[in-house]
């Protein structure tokens, strides 16, 4: 039963909205496209839909919030201005943009914030399942389309300790799986993690603010290479260090078709 609605679904989720094919080739990401071309005329469909019993609002997590620090907020700013004046001055889309951010990987998909309501619905994204504010994970990524680069800035809060006074690595390591993973799945479609090599060097204050800063390596067939820096704000300190493989895939992989 779960696996029929989950394939139900699957015609429903196109794929993720952006693809850059110039990245990965035809032969990865051709057959999914078609996928996508055929849900998104039905989900155009369900969007007509007046009826449609469910609220198809999100909230969108990056935005601030009274947590931020004076130091969140400045960074935010430095590169919020980037995104806005590049749009305002060239009149088209500009060199940065600040990436939205939902509590479910569904939400990202046409139609998603309604499945999302049907499928799992008690899930969670790891790091946005803390209610909170600035408890856990704050933290926003803005993505350079052209330069196949993106920046997050991060803010973590007192539940991540890991030594005392200092984050965990594992958190530290779940941000760097999510900014590398966010950037990857915006080149190339919806992507898995297969192998992450991180090199802690320095470690990270509790309620500071640091700055991951990830770039597209290179790619080969459905294999996607992305290296991730985490420093201070000015960069004068080098905390992490990591690369990351991620492996190109068909939504049908997750759900057994
Ligand atoms: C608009 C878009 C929005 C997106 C914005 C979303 C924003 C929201 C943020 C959330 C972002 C969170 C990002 C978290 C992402 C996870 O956390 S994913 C969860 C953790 N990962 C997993 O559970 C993966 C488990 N592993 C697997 O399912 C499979 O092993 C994989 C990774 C899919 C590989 O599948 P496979 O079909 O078996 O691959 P296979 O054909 O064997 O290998 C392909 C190639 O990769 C190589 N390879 C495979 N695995 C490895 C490995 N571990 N090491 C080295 N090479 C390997 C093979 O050698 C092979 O190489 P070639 O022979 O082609 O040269």
Known sequence: MLRRCFQAALRFIPHWPAL?????SQQTVGKSLEIWQTAHWNTRGLSKMS????????????????????????????????????????????TWRKLPSYNRTLK????????????????????????????????????NQQEKRCVC?????????GPP???????????????TGTLAGYLAGPVMTANL????????????????HSALDRVEGKKIFVSCRVTSTDESKLHTEATALFIAFKMGYLFGS
């Open 197 to 212: 090599n991180i090199n802690y060097r320095s470690p990270v204050p509790l309620g500071s603010v640091v700055v991951l």
């Open 51 to 94: 009826l449609w019993p469910f609220s198809v609002k999100s909230r969108d997590f990056s935005q601030p919030n009274a947590s931020w620090s004076a130091e969140m907020q400045d960074v935010y700013n430095r590169y919020n201005a980037l995104c806005e004046a590049e749009t305002e001055e060239s009149g088209k889309t500009g």
């Open 108 to 143: 990202y998909v046409r139609g998603g914030v309604c499945l999302s309501k049907i499928i799992q619905s008690k899930s969670r994204l790891f790091t946005r399942n803390i209610k909170d504010l600035g408890a856990a994970f704050e933290y926003v990524v803005f993505l």
């Open 165 to 179: 006074g200092h984050v965990h690595g594992g958190a530290i390591a779940t941000m760097i799986d999510t900014v």
């Open 20 to 24: 850059y094919q110039d990245v990965v």
């Open 153 to 161: 800035v991060f803010q973590p809060g007192h539940l991540l300790e």
